[in-house]
């Protein structure tokens, strides 16, 4: 029976004889002997195996439960089919086991919900009062089918689900009585109520999105299509109901302080204030004192907390056109922690002393209690700066905007100074009608009121950064690798086709990209170049080991600014208090070890974000242009590769393909260093950057696919040599193949 228990893969009855060395008529006895002990349930019978009653089977399907603070993984056997599993066993909890706590090569990141295959392994040593084995990953399975989203499609009996995520192959059928109230066309999610192996699984509506003309099933497409958590587990949502305003004890008092906040005029949450005043030290003539206030989330999100563990797992909050999928629930992330004005709230606040010229000589942190004398828009606060000020802004013009404009101007010389990388790449905003569909699409004019709160936010994080290095305590970093060498030697062969260069150096910086964009500005290769230059750039994202941020052209940088919608910053946070003997409430014991594991599942959780994000409006304006097909538009080339072209359209910043196959009859070669296509005969050429005129012919929009024909004509140009052409030209069959497709964008 010990080496049943103890040899669960090798308990078969030959395994048994072998490992005894019983042989020949003795076999009998040893079969009598098990029959025996299974008849006296000792032991029990699975398939060829014997086990001990109870026992964990040596493979199995689990789950994983839960992430604990230390970052191990729980799981739970997964049960095949949930209606007849005895409710009145415990569930055994097993530790997921991988050496030396890092994920197998080959599987993925893993996350409640998820399901693997497992092979059962010896629980190390200190587990054994929280799991009763470990399980080992075989191989990564699936997730938990619910809350799975699709179109409403009519079928006798009621209706089928055809799912909107290309992992979920499958159709589900709905029953009639299960539709709640969902018609033909209709967006819902639905959870599985019978997995069947032969036919289809039935499914019930849990919620009914709507149409999928509105906003809201767009964004619901990407929400799921991304697997972005967006409904918050019940004890979460009763820990934040449960939070109760923090008290003045044990901060400072700074409500007499005129601290403002200052955001997009439709913003809900506010977490950054700032207040600005000339330094009284005669030691420091012209000098300025800067203040930023942040929300102090930790007062409210505690480590280990349920609003910890979901905060983690969503990394951010996603914005959509006209909905936010928080990081935190809306009753600490809009009612708790955000600055509302003449309203008592607790921050953290970074204190800074700047000379003149915008060096920083020194700043301090404080954990107050302050109130926000005034919620102002970025454009209210601009137009009472430029002589319009308002019933709200008049009364604080002189007291409190002019100082922080004054403040602004000499921060500005040493971030001139500093120079940073500055590429001229204007983001398009979506307006949308009440029903949720677009209405136009704009580039907001960036403000000097945009640009003040930008630079007194980097100036805050960086002071953060300092604090905690200097401190010696743990931290992630904003960090921003300057360009590999090979894009770099990519970028250094296409300028040189434009008679521009960049010097070979070892000590790269961003006044050299800076140059380079300061040569095109008044031309009309300036948004080529801008485009070139920014596909050169490396990735920002987050790292506990820190290598600098190159496009900032700063040695130490950590996000410590938004709490409320980045976990990064709610770290750094937490390792100020504790660095600082702020409260009880910094960085647990121990996180050290967790921290390149968190760095790496926010920075995945930040380029979700912005894939969905993207997505979604690609969907919004592909459906807003469904109806003009035929139209012609002006654009400008966004992209170059071997099948075709991307094209930008101008003012919406709509991006559609163009085949290669249709640019005309003779073949064009792709030229990857001078990001072009060339035509073999004419020489006719189609180059990033430039300026065309499109026919719109064929619109995907659940998709988000537009595909255009260029109608302009391109640049001249020279044939490419013979040598140099790409002999694999795409057939038509191909191109028709791909008649829609999406467009592969760069997350930056």
């Known amino acids: 029976m010990r080496f049943i228990a103890e040899q669960p893969a090798k308990a078969t009855k030959r395994d048994i004889a072998r490992a005894f060395e019983v042989k020949g008529e003795a076999r009998v006895a040893l079969k009598h002997l098990l029959r025996e002990l299974e008849q006296e349930g000792l032991i029990e019978r699975r398939a060829k195996r014997l086990a001990k009653p109870g026992a964990l089977p040596p493979v199995l399907v689990c789950e994983v439960v839960e992430v604990d603070d230390d970052g191990d993984l729980f799981a739970e056997p997964a049960a095949a089919d949930p209606t007849a599993a005895d409710t009145e066993a415990p569930v055994p909890r097993l530790l997921v086991a991988t050496s030396e706590r890092r994920r197998p090569p080959g599987v993925p990141s893993l996350g409640p919900g998820d399901r693997f295959l497992g092979r059962v392994v010896d629980l190390p040593a200190g587990y054994e009062a929280v799991a009763r084995a470990a399980v080992r990953v075989i191989k990564l399975l699936d997730r938990k089918p619910e809350g ?244 709200r802004t008049g009364p604080l013009l002189d007291a409190v905007l002019r100082p922080l404009w004054e403040a602004y101007a000499v921060l500005k010389r040493g971030r001139d100074t500093r120079e940073p990388l500055e590429l001229d790449l204007p983001e398009r905003k979506i307006l949308l009608k009440p029903d949720g569909t677009v209405d136009r699409v704009v580039i907001p004019e960036r403000l000097d009121a ?44 296409f300028l040189g086709s434009m008679d521009l260069k960049i010097a ?127 139209a012609v538009f002006r654009g400008r080339i966004g992209g170059v590769t071997k099948s075709g072209l991307f094209v930008k359209l101008e003012g919406s910043g709509a991006d559609g393909f163009v085949p290669i196959s249709t640019l005309g009859a003779e073949y064009f070669a792709y030229d990857e260093a001078r990001h072009s296509l060339v035509g073999s005969q004419s020489g006719e050429t189609f180059q990033l950057g430039d300026a065309v005129e499109v026919k719109l012919v064929e619109v995907a929009p659940l998709a988000g696919a537009l595909r255009f024909e260029i109608v302009s004509e391109g640049r001249r140009g020279r044939p490419m040599p013979r040598s140099r052409l790409n002999r694999q030209r795409p057939r038509p069959d191909d191109d028709r193949k791909r008649r829609v497709v999406r467009k592969a964008g760069r997350v930056r």
């Not at 992330?333 to 309203?343: G, I, M, P, Q």
């Not at 300057?482 to 770099?488: G, N, T, W």
Request: hydrophobic letters at 40%; a negative charge.
């Open 148 to 391: 799975i989203l699709g179109i409403v499609r009519e079928a006798p009996g009621g209706a089928r689900l055809l799912p909107i995520s290309k992992k979920q192959q499958a159709e589900f059928l709905i029953p009639s009585e299960l539709m709640g109230g969902a018609e033909d066309g209709d967006l819902v999610s639905v959870a599985v109520v019978h997995q069947s192996r032969a036919g289809l699984s039935h499914a019930r509506v849990i919620e009914r999105v709507g149409s999928l003309k509105s906003e809201k099933a767009v964004s619901m497409i990407a929400i799921h299509a991304n697997e972005i958590p967006h409904i918050f587990p019940a004890p979460a949502l009763a820990e934040a109901e449960a939070a109760l305003p923090a008290p003045l004890a044990g901060r400072e008092d700074w409500r007499d302080l005129p601290l403002v906040t200052i955001d997009p005029p439709d913003a809900k949450d506010h977490d950054d204030a700032v207040h600005a005043a000339p330094d009284p030290d005669a030691a420091n003539p012209g000098g300025w004192i800067a203040t930023v206030a942040i929300a102090d989330v930790a007062r409210y999100v505690r480590p280990g907390s349920a609003l910890d563990k979901e905060a983690l797992k969503r990394g951010n909050s996603v914005y959509f056109p006209d909905r936010v999928i928080p990081m935190l629930p809306e009753r600490i992330s809009n009612d708790l922690c955000s600055l509302k004005e003449a309203v008592d709230r607790p921050a953290l606040a970074v204190r800074m002393v700047f000379d003149a010229e915008g060096r920083k000589l020194r700043h301090s942190f404080h954990r107050v209690m302050m109130r926000s004398a005034a919620k102002l828009a970025y454009q209210q606060a601009q137009a009472a700066i430029d002589g319009r000020p308002d019933e």
């Open 450 to 493: 945009h640009k003040l709160i930008e630079e007194f936010m980097i100036q805050a994080n960086v002071a953060a950064a300092e604090t905690l290095e200097g401190r010696r305590s743990p931290l992630v970093y904003r960090v921003h690798d300057q360009p590999s060498l090979s894009k770099l030697e990519n970028l250094r062969e």
């Open 504 to 630: 070979k150096q070892g000590n790269l910086r961003p006044d050299v990209f800076n140059t380079i964009l300061a040569k095109v500005q008044d031309t009309p290769n300036r948004h080529l170049v801008n485009e070139v230059v920014l596909r050169s750039q490396s990735q920002a994202e987050y790292s506990p080991i820190n290598i600098g941020h190159f496009g900032l052209n700063l040695r130490r940088y950590a996000h410590f600014t938004s709490p409320i919608r980045r976990y990064a910053d709610l770290i750094v946070h937490r390792a100020l208090i504790g660095a600082l003997g702020l409260g009880d409430d910094g960085l647990p014991d121990g996180i050290e070890g967790r921290l390149d594991r968190i760095a790496a599942d926010i920075s995945a959780c930040e380029r979700r974000a912005m894939v969905a994000e993207r997505e979604t409006i690609d969907r919004l304006i592909a459906d807003w242009l469904s109806d003009q097909v035929g």
